[in-house]
C-alpha cells in the first residue's frame, strides 16, 4: 500500500500498543521479512536491541513500523458484521478517485486518502485513515477510526452509614473499529472486542452512521449468515465440513419452542466425531421445512490443516448474536482473516 505519512507519529506510542496487542512472533516475521536480526526472548529485548536499532540505521522505517500496527491490531478479537448492497443503492462514487476526494474534502472529519497517520487515544472516535487497497481483484476502501475506552475495576469497598460505598479504577485502553467496502456490493464492520460483555449490534451500525455522508443507513442490508450456520450440520455437506472445522459447541432451535444444545469437552474434539451426537442432530433437523429447525449459534476452529498453509493454527470463531455477526476470538494476522472470512463466504451459499 502506498500512502503519505502525516507528520511524525510518536514511536513510543507505536511501540507500546504493538506490544499490548500483538505478538513476539509477529514483530519477528515482520524483522525477518526485511532480512533483519528478529530473535528476541522478550518485548523489551524487541524494542531496544532489534525494532529501534532498525530504524535509527534507516534499515526499517516508521511507515512499516505503522503496517506493522495494522497488521496486529485491525485483524482478530473482533465482532464482524457483514453487509450486502441494498438494492436500488449505489457506492459508484467511493470508486470515483475524483468524487471521492471532494466527498472526503468536505467533511472535516475525514483524513485525506490514503494518508497513513496515527491517532494513539483520542477523548472521541476519530477516523484516522481512509485508503484504497484490493481484495483479489476487487477495488476496497477501508476506513479506520480509533477510540479510548475504559476498563472499569472494582478496587475498593468501604462501609458508610446505611451504604457501600465501592470505588472503581478507570484504565484507558485504544481500540480499533475498521469499515471494509468492496466495489462488488459488499461490506465489513469490525468491532473491537470490548473487555466487558455487551451487544455489538447496534455498535456497528453506529460506526456505519459515523461514516455519512458517504452513505446512509439505507445503503446497506444485513448479509445473513443462517445458511453457513445451520450448513455445518448439513449431512450432505458433512465430509466437507469435517475437513474444514471442529465443531465445539452448538445451539438449535424450531418453531414450536423446543432447544436443543451440544458440545464437546474435549479441546482436540469436535461434535462431528461423536456419532450418536449426530444423529440426535440430523433427527431434530429432520424435515426442517415443517419444524422450522435452525442453528442459533455456533462456535467452530477453523483447522489449519486444511487451509493449504495460510493458517499456523486452528482459527476459532463463534457464529452467534446478530444474524450478520461472527466473532474472532484471539488476534490473527491478514492473511488469516481473509481466509477465514472467505471461508465463511463460501459455506454462505
Partial sequence: MNTNLKNEPNIEAILRHLELQ??????????????????????????????????????ITISDLLGLLAEVEEHGSQHVFLYSLAQNQSITHLFDHSALQKLLSSEEKFPLLNEQSFVDMPSTPRISEVRQEMHGDIRCLVFKIVERRFLRENSEEHYETGKIVITFEETPYRAVNIVRIWESGFCEVRIHSHQEALSYGGEAQGVLRSLEPLFTQFTWREYDLANARNGLFDPQRRDENKLLFSLKNANHRNNVGSKLAVSTVRTEASIYDDDSTVASLDTFHLNKDASGAYCDRVNIAVRAAASNGLLARDINLIMHGENNEFTLTSRITRSEYEYTLSLIQSQNV
Avoid: V
Fill in 22 to 59: 500483538g505478538t513476539l512472533e509477529q514483530a519477528r516475521s515482520f524483522l525477518r521479512e526485511h532480512n533483519l536480526p528478529f530473535s528476541a526472548g522478550s518485548w523489551e529485548e524487541m524494542r531496544n536491541k532489534r525494532i529501534k536499532p532498525a530504524i535509527q540505521s534507516n534499515s
